[in-house]
T-cell receptor, first 115, second 110 residues
């Protein structure tokens, strides 16, 4: 089954304690992204990766890091989480835009609370 | 101005009616448009994509694109309570990024 998986699904942590949210896809997609979703603001892209070892900032990258050492995995790292990073996070992967139909698959989401 | 704008709603329609969801975008060069459905607490799911002016139908869903007026809409015929969700409009920005609107909440009353 084609899917994007994320772990953990729920996480409560304290300010400053480093954490990693893992993301993995089994569709051999080159393009992967991380989004955060906040009420009234919709989905905002944090970082994206166009292929292994190729990453770039999205719209809200401050306070986050990513890496892409393997095609299937794209972890999101919060080196020093702060309460304003409390949010719902989604990982996504997709086919290149040149390929149609153009489909982006989302992971199930990680609800992060930073106290 | 936001790149993709949607009325946040909620839009309430009775069961069996047509629900009409609208979206406007600011980038004139946008070529690809998508509608995602998101149930509460779940991840977005792609339900329609449209790339050229006009209508595209898929079951009870019809997407309409008007590039001259820079709007895209989604019609849901014979609305069902199970259609109650948040509907996200998205387009591909220059640089190959998907940009989302904040979403419209749809409530279908039985």
């Amino acid at each position: 089954e084609a899917q994007v998986t994320q772990n953990p699904r729920y996480l409560i942590t304290v300010t400053g304690k480093k954490l990693t949210v893992t993301c993995s896809q089994n569709m051999n997609h080159e393009y992967m992204s991380w989004y955060r979703q906040d009420p009234g603001l919709g989905l905002r892209q944090i970082y994206y990766s166009m292929n292994v070892e190729v990453t770039d900032k999205g719209d809200v990258p401050e306070g986050y890091k990513v890496s892409r050492k393997e095609k299937r995995n794209f972890p999101l790292i919060l080196e020093s989480p702060s309460p304003n990073q409390t949010s719902l996070y989604f990982c996504a992967s997709r086919t290149p835009h040149r390929d149609r139909p153009y489909e982006q698959y989302f992971g199930p989401g990680t609800r992060l609370t930073v106290t | 101005q936001k790149e993709v704008e949607q009325n946040s709603g909620p839009l309430s329609v009775p069961e069996g009616a047509i629900a009409s969801l609208n979206c406007t975008y600011s980038d004139r060069v946008s070529q690809s448009f998508f509608w995602y459905r998101q149930y509460s607490g779940k991840s977005p799911e792609l339900i329609m994509s449209i790339y050229s002016n006009g209508d595209k139908e898929d079951g009870r869903f019809t997407a309409q694109l008007n590039k001259a007026s820079q709007y895209v809409s989604l019609l849901i015929r014979d609305s069902q309570p199970s259609d109650s969700a948040t509907y996200l409009c998205a387009t591909v920005r220059y640089g190959n990024k998907l940009v989302f609107g904040a979403g419209t909440i749809l409530r279908v009353k039985s």
